[in-house]
Every structure is written in structure tokens, then in C-alpha cells.
């Protein structure tokens, strides 16, 4: 947008005169107004970003008079006035009115504003006109879509909790772009990509949890920018998603927090219907919204993880400083690792003369097995998983039937050396908790062993 000649001549032009225009809505302004704002001559609407200039006083009254004065250039052509207007720097229609607003600083408040809606008076007329398209229903349109934009962050941003979080974004793409299935995935540390989320899946089923690698998300990534297939059998870098409904045309968008991508939003449909351009752009301003809250929403639930977890080290010390029986202690430390993380049931495994021993079970799947020797595979001095399929051999030493889930062993070490191992039935794989728990694991060591010497004096 341009704004080619904007005449003020507050001193010059007496209150008898009229404002050019006034006939296309500017009769509100009456004869005073006539006496701040001499003529807006031209606006012109460009298709993109344009040069503007605002008149300096020397030249007003040249524009006042709608007139050009001829220079030339280094190659002899004539340069304009309106020529040497366009030149200066790029704005947006803000821009030009705060430009314009600063230079009548010197006028009261209530005649800047009637400046000011001159010009906005003027960019109105020059709008329509060039694209016919501007029309009331058009603008009543666009403020309604802004409006639904400004519900959708505001619900985005409103949750506390991740779980909230990543649920409402997928909820909200779904108010401003049409599809049959999305799925929010974060960017694994050691390659691929988890679902968080889902959207479209058949009734009792889900692939929230799913691991996947596909070339044409790791392209997006990479790149950093949107990318929308109109055929993925076209595609030959298209993975489909494992347990996902079938795609036909699909749209990556990247889940950008301050230039890091953190994960992917992945709509697709199931039949050849391409996202447009503006189902993309659409799409891609409920992404950057939902990373941001992700991202936040993650630092806060990691700082409430953390929290809980000194309070279950918290009550293990409490019972280390009661004097609390050995067996009491471990069964604490064991009892507070399954309030920590999502685990559905486990052991704790403590070093004794005749080999490593159950001290302490929770779940159903345990019972009965405190006392018992327990599998040298439990007794693991550093952190690892131990596979679904070796838990048959597992409830065969401890004379149990033990679920055919990972077990994810977490050693209690001192600086003075090992303690025993948790032990821990861990369906959901690698999760947050995970890490937190070797935190727990190292702490509750070293109350534990307090209490061992303690025990040892009395």
C-alpha cells in the first residue's frame, strides 16, 4: 500500500473547505476536520509490500495542488514527484499511521485522530476499488475467522496440564481445517517420531505411543517449512503410520519453539483431496501456538514430576529418621517409585550374604514373593530394560506368573557401591519418568543405607 500524496496544512486551509472524499463516508467530519486534513490525493493498493513515503512540509503544498515537478535521473529520464514519494522504506498500513501520527505530534489529541481517519478513510475507498472482493460480507468474513483464531490460541494456551495441552491443540485444528485423521508426534532424541496425540481413530482403538520414521516427516523437519502431498501414492518417501487409518492426501507442519523443532502435526485425509494453501496456513498458525504451550506445558509438568518426587524422598527419609524397620524402609522406597512414574508394579531387589533377594513388592503379579531369591537379571548395577520376553524365566525363579511386559531395572548406587535395584513392569517403553526414577533410585540408596547402619548400632 502507498500512500502517494498526504497533504497537511492545518494553517493554510481555512475552515470553509472541504476534506476531497467526503462523499464516500467522510461527511462526519464536517468543516473542521476540513481545516486539519487539506487533501489525501492518492492511495494506492499494491498486491504486496510497498514503499511508502509521508509528504515533508516543503513539499505539501506541491501536493496540495496535485502537481509533479521533473528531475532526472543519472540516465537522463525524468523522475516524478510521485516517483521520489515511492522511495524510503517498507510499511504495513500500521506502520504508515503511526508515521503520520508522529509527525502531527504537535496537534491535540482529538484533531490527530480526525488525520488519522482520513487516511484510514481513503485506504478503505482505494482498497475496495482496486479488489472488488473487500466488501462488507468480505471484511464481516474476515473478522469472524480472526475472532475464531483468537478462541483457538486463547483455548490453547488456557491448559495447565500436557495431557490438556496436546489434546486441545489437535481439538482446536480441527475447528479450522477439515480432516479425517491428525497425529501429534514428537521428535524423538534418538531418531523417529512418538504420538502424543490423535485425532480420527476408530472407536476403542488408538496409536497414541507409536513409534515411527518416515522420510517425508524427517524432509519436513529438516526443511523446517510445511509440506502438503495431493496423492501420497505419488510419494515415494510416505511411510503411513502404523494402526493409522488409511491416507490418501497428507500435510506436515512442523512444531517450531524458538527456532528448534520439537515435533510434527500430521493431517491427512483418506481420500485425493489436497490441502490448499490456506488449509496449510491455517493449520500451521494453530502449530505454532500448540508448540509453544506444548514446550511450556512440558516445563511445568516436569517441574510438578520433580516436586513429587523430593516429596516420596521426603517420606522415605521420614521413615529412615523414625527408626523404621529395614523391611518398612524398603517397602517405602519401593511404594514411593510406583507414585513417581506409571510403573504396574515391581520389586525392590536388595545385595544379601546368600545372593540378591526380594525385599519389598507391590501388584498383583507379586504377591507373595517377598523373601524370595530373586533372578540374577534383577539385580542390575546399571540402568537397563529387561525385554518382555525374558519375563517367563522371571516368574519361573520367583515361582510366579509375572505379565509378558518390559521390566525396567533402576540400580540403587551409593558412592560407597550398589544397594539393590527396582525393578519395575513398564508397558509405555521409555517415558519422562524414566529419568526422573534414576534420580529417585540414587537418592533413596543412600537413605537406605543410612538406615542399614543404623540397624547395624542397635
Not at 285 to 300: C, E, N, T, W
Request: hydrophobic share 40%; proline share 6%.
Amino acid at each position: 500500500m502507498r500512500v502517494l500524496a498526504l497533504a497537511h496544512h492545518e494553517d493554510a486551509v481555512r475552515p470553509e473547505q472541504q476534506v476531497a472524499g467526503q462523499g464516500h463516508g467522510g461527511e462526519g467530519r464536517g468543516a473542521r476536520g476540513a481545516g486539519l486534513v487539506a487533501r489525501v490525493l492518492r492511495v494506492e493498493v499494491l498486491r504486496g509490500p510497498a514503499p511508502v513515503h509521508v509528504g515533508r512540509t516543503d513539499e505539501k503544498d506541491a501536493l496540495a495542488r496535485g502537481t509533479t515537478s521533473s528531475h532526472h535521473s543519472s540516465q537522463g529520464r525524468p523522475v516524478t514527484d510521485s516517483a521520489r514519494l515511492h522511495a524510503g522504506e517498507t510499511m504495513n498500513t500500521d506502520r504508515l499511521l503511526r508515521e503520520v501520527e508522529t509527525r502531527l505530534a504537535r496537534l491535540p489529541e482529538a484533531d490527530r485522530q480526525e488525520v488519522l481517519d482520513a487516511v484510514r478513510e481513503e485506504i478503505a475507498r482505494e482498497r475496495r476499488r482496486v479488489d472488488p472482493e473487500l466488501t462488507v460480507e468480505a471484511e464481516r468474513e474476515r473478522r469472524v475467522e480472526a475472532e475464531t483464531f483468537r478462541e483457538v490460541l486463547e483455548a490453547i494456551n488456557r491448559q495447565a496440564r500436557l495431557e490438556d495441552t496436546i489434546e486441545e491443540v489437535l481439538k482446536q485444528v480441527s475447528r479450522v481445517v477439515v480432516f479425517d485423521f491428525a497425529a501429534l508426534t514428537l521428535l524423538e532424541a534418538g531418531g523417529g517420531f512418538r504420538i502424543i496425540a490423535e485425532r480420527g481413530m476408530p472407536e476403542g482403538q488408538s496409536v497414541i505411543g507409536t513409534r515411527f520414521d518416515d522420510p517425508l516427516a524427517r524432509a519436513v523437519v529438516e526443511e523446517r517449512w510445511p509440506r502438503s502431498v495431493a496423492d501420497v501414492k505419488a510419494e515415494e518417501r510416505f511411510r503411513p503410520i502404523p494402526g493409522a487409518p488409511p491416507v490418501r492426501s497428507w500435510a506436515g507442519i512442523p512444531l517450531l519453539v524458538e527456532g528448534d523443532v520439537i515435533g510434527l502435526l500430521c493431517i491427512s485425509r483418506a481420500h485425493p483431496d489436497p490441502f490448499v494453501d490456506e488449509d496449510v496456513h491455517r493449520a500451521k498458525a494453530v502449530a505454532f501456538s500448540g508448540a509453544a504451550a506444548i514446550r511450556k506445558a512440558q516445563d511445568l509438568e516436569q517441574v510438578r514430576r520433580y516436586a513429587h518426587l523430593m516429596e516420596q524422598v521426603a517420606e522415605v527419609d521420614r521413615h529412615v529418621f523414625a527408626g523404621a524397620p529395614l523391611g518398612e524402609v524398603a517397602r517405602s522406597i519401593l511404594e514411593g517409585a510406583a507414585k513417581v512414574g506409571t510403573y504396574k508394579g515391581g520389586l525392590l531387589v536388595l545385595q544379601s550374604p546368600k545372593g540378591p533377594v526380594v525385599a519389598a513388592a507391590i501388584g498383583e503379579s507379586f504377591a507373595g514373593t517377598e523373601g524370595r531369591a530373586a533372578p540374577p537379571d534383577l539385580a542390575a548395577t546399571t540402568t537397563r530394560r529387561l525385554p518382555a520376553k525374558r519375563m517367563l524365566e522371571v516368574g519361573e525363579a520367583l515361582g510366579t506368573q509375572v505379565p509378558a511386559h518390559p521390566m525396567y531395572l533402576v540400580p540403587l548406587n551409593t558412592a560407597d557401591g550398589y544397594v539393590g535395584t527396582l525393578a519395575l513392569l513398564d508397558p509405555n517403553e521409555e517415558t519422562p519418568d524414566d529419568r526422573l526414577m534414576e534420580a529417585y533410585g540414587s537418592r533413596t540408596a543412600e537413605a537406605y543405607r543410612h538406615a542399614a547402619a543404623e540397624n547395624r548400632k542397635t
